[in-house]
T-cell receptor, first 113, second 114 residues
Framework: KAGVTQTPRYLIKTRGQQVTLSCSPI?????VSWYQQTPGQGLQFLFE???????NKGNFPGRFSGRQFSNSRSEMNVSTLELGDSALYLC????????????FGPGTRLTVL | AQSVTQLGSHVSVSEGALVLLRCNYS??????LFWYVQYPNQGLQLLLK??????LVKGINGFEAEFKKSETSFHLTKPSAHMSDAAEYFC????????????FGTGTRLTVIP
């Protein structure tokens, strides 16, 4: 069974631009969560989508948004990029039953110049 | 609210020695607890988890952890370190059944000295 895939793996943007990251979950998984990992703040939860609906949201500004499609694939978007948005963005999928066992993708490394 | 404290951002052990990585949590509800490992330029891999039941849980690669409610701890151990164990380890807590948002500790980088 294929694991969680994220595209692109690396991305370079400039301040003020917007970016869209993509995540394909493990087949059969209906929940997709997104996390931001930075050296200063560590791993922080962004949001979770389940059956195309946002089920949980972390403490991030509205510039960070996401969506989930009927095939469970998910995208997250960051608008008006700031230097502090440079991070590794990790996507995790799970069956959605809330047992917390999430399977992580390799991440997208975003650099904002 | 949930939070996790990992004591020691860096831990060094000799190959063959005991590995002990400390994790203390705070949770307003019975927690689900996890240990993940991250190798360079990779995502996180689940080592083990505690949800309910037996408080000593065994995971992959010879790791185990014990849930101690009275001490609000979930320390990770391995009897004998191997060079391949060198990585960053994260302890995480969730709000229990129905919650898929994990709260992570700041991580502990494990170095194994040959």
């Amino acid at each position: 069974k294929a694991g969680v895939t994220q595209t692109p793996r690396y991305l370079i943007k400039t301040r003020g631009q917007q970016v869209t990251l993509s995540c394909s979950p493990i087949s059969g998984h209906r929940s997709v969560s997104w996390y931001q990992q930075t050296p200063g703040q560590g791993l922080q939860f962004l949001f979770e989508y389940f059956s195309e609906t946002q089920r949980n949201k972390g403490n991030f500004p509205g510039r960070f948004s996401g969506r989930q499609f009927s095939n469970s694939r998910s995208e997250m978007n960051v608008s008006t990029l700031e230097l502090g948005d440079s991070a590794l963005y990790l996507c995790a999928s799970s069956l959605g039953g809330g047992m917390g066992e999430q399977f992580f993708g390799p991440g997208t490394r975003l650099t904002v110049l | 609210a949930q939070s996790v404290t990992q004591l020691g951002s860096h831990v060094s052990v000799s190959e063959g020695a005991l590995v002990l990585l400390r994790c203390n949590y705070s949770s307003s509800v019975p927690p689900y607890l996890f240990w993940y490992v991250q190798y360079p330029n990779q995502g996180l891999q689940l080592l083990l988890k505690y949800t309910t039941g037996a408080t000593l849980v065994k995971g992959i690669n010879g790791f185990e952890a014990e849930f101690k409610k009275s001490e609000t701890s979930f320390h990770l151990t391995k009897p004998s370190a191997h060079m391949s164990d060198a990585a960053e380890y994260f302890c995480a807590v969730s709000e229990g059944a129905g919650a898929n948002n994990l709260f992570f500790g700041t991580g502990t980088r494990l170095t194994v000295i040959p």
